[in-house]
């Protein structure tokens, strides 16, 4: 497996049940994301984790709660999610923060919440 | 919010030369100017990146007005797989992870 790869890519979901979704990248960075596109809408910034630690927070509802076990993993844990949660759910790393660690993106889960 | 603007779509014949222009005002001293695509349902792609210097690398170019308050990516020949919405994004570098991606533009290759 090479770059950064999402599991599952497609999910459907009722509002109360639980289900993760699973980031993980092969390219030795320390720091990755969690995005979300929604339709016809800017991809929003969720969370961000840098050396394992979550350095940014964009006011992502309890109901998304995210784990980095290692530099490798991020997870997206979700429980009790709303129809306005469908939208295309993306994973990102990079090595560092500085100009030249551009983001490298995975394929994406689709989510869709019934 | 995005600090930058963009045409909404374009349109660009297979083989010649794409142009995307980006306007970035209220850019400081510190941001530098990133663009990304994204091909549909695909994650996004970066493709170059600049401070105030024009940048060249194999896929494209990216042009920088002397006063920073606007840039353009150049596709120099355009091919079908080019289609797609491409992004322009104005970032602090160090300090900062965060991309504020806006609605881009959505190019459109012509065969």
């Known amino acids: 497996e090479t770059g950064v790869t999402q599991t599952p890519r497609h999910l459907v979901m009722g509002m109360t049940n639980k289900k993760s979704l699973k980031c993980e990248q092969h390219l030795g960075h320390n720091a990755m994301y969690w995005y979300k596109q929604s339709a016809k809408k800017p991809l929003e910034l969720m969370f961000v984790y840098s050396l394992e630690e979550r350095v940014e927070n964009n006011s992502v509802p309890s109901r998304f709660s995210p784990e980095c076990p290692n530099s490798s993993h991020l997870f997206l844990h979700l429980h009790t999610l709303q129809p306005e949660d469908s939208a295309l759910y993306l994973c990102?790393?990079?090595?560092?923060?500085?100009?030249?660690?551009?983001?490298?993106f995975g394929p994406g889960t689709r989510l869709t919440v019934t | 919010d995005a600090k930058t603007t963009q045409p909404t779509s374009m349109d660009c014949a297979e083989g010649r030369a794409a142009n995307l222009p980006c306007n970035h005002s209220t850019i400081s001293g510190n941001e530098y100017v990133y663009w990304y695509r994204q091909i549909h349902s695909q994650g996004p792609q970066y493709i170059i990146h600049g401070l105030k210097n024009n940048e060249t690398n194999e896929m494209a170019s990216l042009i920088i007005t002397e006063d920073r308050k606007s840039s353009t990516l150049i596709l120099p020949h355009a091919t079908l797989r080019d289609t797609a919405v491409y992004y322009c994004?104005?970032?602090?570098?160090?300090?900062?992870?965060?991309?504020?991606f806006g609605t881009g533009t959505r190019l459109k290759v012509l065969a």
């Open positions: 990102a790393s990079s090595q560092g923060d500085r100009h030249e660690s551009e983001q490298y």
């Open positions: 994004i104005v970032r602090v570098v160090s300090g900062t992870y965060k991309y504020i």
